[in-house]
């Protein structure tokens, strides 16, 4: 949501949100193509692969001109390129349990921060003696206008990565002179990557050999019993059968796509407040990236093993009311009813076949005539609330059936036109369209999951 950039003379902060609303995007493709592929400019960031990647998502119009930068620097692995050079770099510059009382906390421009920091923080603790002050990173970065925190962080977020550049060339030029200060993006992946490599296998090996070890999750914490819509989490693309397990018992679950980046993951949880589900190499990656509370190790292999790991461990505790309260296409929690009477009427002006013959349809009780009710491309539904989640309504618009509040359309080919003078209820999910009923497979997943049931 924001675009850093930091000189030795003046820091910029661009608002993406802002300037694609009000500039052309042949000017924002030339500001950017100004510094990103001007050989004269030194670039550095911190994980650009992932910050990359949310700027073409952002403005896919600069996709070329992001695909091809030129004299960019990750530190990230940068840094990693000079300890190879200097071993003992880092070794005795952090505190220690020894050095620093327990659940102290350190205090840096108003902000409050742990004693253990993580990532981009870490880095500037070593190089710079304090850490960065992160306190403002899970704040709102849609919400305008921007708080003062907010820009002080993002302003410090990227001078930073100045000061650290130069702490590490001294270092390692007064080791080795000819060491190459400025490889490409490219080089540096390469040549970095044998080195991430053998620490997260180091890492993994050391601390998260299950069969060997203890997890590496924190101990649980003992509390109140937390609701299924309390616990928000997003899972690995590893975990999509797990992901689609727990929505289904009610928790808030955001599942990562086959096509989408861990980078992504990162950003969301984050920018959501999300607790990540993953294991092996990837916990370590993205432990590395986010606090430690927004990330958990999945230690189980098997699917339904894995949802009474997590339900007990955040100590969620399930009941019969929270199965499918959450759409299973979409994580939403809203849902409007129909009655079986109402939905007939609107399934014969759209045109969908049904079981019961027209005469039967249109002499079913209502609360107003069928003109009040049904007319195709202006008449609402009246509709009940459920459970006081939402009231709304419905509109037929042509052969389609659309939500007023929002416009989606309700995806009525799914329904079985026998199951019309079946069931008692159907509930329309207002975020998707997606429509559903309590049927055997309600009742069988009921069955399956009563066991995670409060007793």
Partial sequence: ALLQLATREAIFLVDPIRLAGSLPRAVLKTFLSSFLSSPDVLKLGYGLDGDMKMLAKSWSFVVDVIGSPKRMLDLQIFEKLVRRVIPSLFSTDLPTSEDVEEDSFVDLNGGTLSVNPKGLSRLVQRCLGKPLDKSQQLSDWERRPLRQEQITYAALDAYCLLEIYEFLCKKVVAVDPKFDLEPTL????????????????????????????????????????????????????????????????????????NEQSRYEMVKIAIRENRIILTSGKSFFWARNQVPDQLCYHVMTKKPQDQVKEVLEYFNVQVTKHDIFSRCQVCNNAAYLSVAPMEFAKVLQVVGIPQKSSEADVASLPSEGTAENNVEEGSTRLRLQAVEGRLWGNLKVVGSDLLLTHNQVKVDIESVPPSKVGEVKEFYICVNCGKVYWQGGHFLRTVKRYEQFFTK
Avoid: H, W
């Fill in 186 to 257: 490219d080089s540096t992946r390469k040549s970095a990557s044998a080195v991430i490599e053998e620490e997260v296998d180091m890492a993994y090996r050391e601390v998260c050999d299950v069969r060997l070890r203890s997890s590496p999750n924190p101990p649980k914490l003992l509390g109140p019993p937390t609701k299924p819509k309390d616990l928000s989490i997003i899972v690995d693309y590893m975990f999509q059968g797990l992901g689609r397990q727990l929505r289904v018992c009610g928790v808030d679950t955001a599942i990562l796509s």
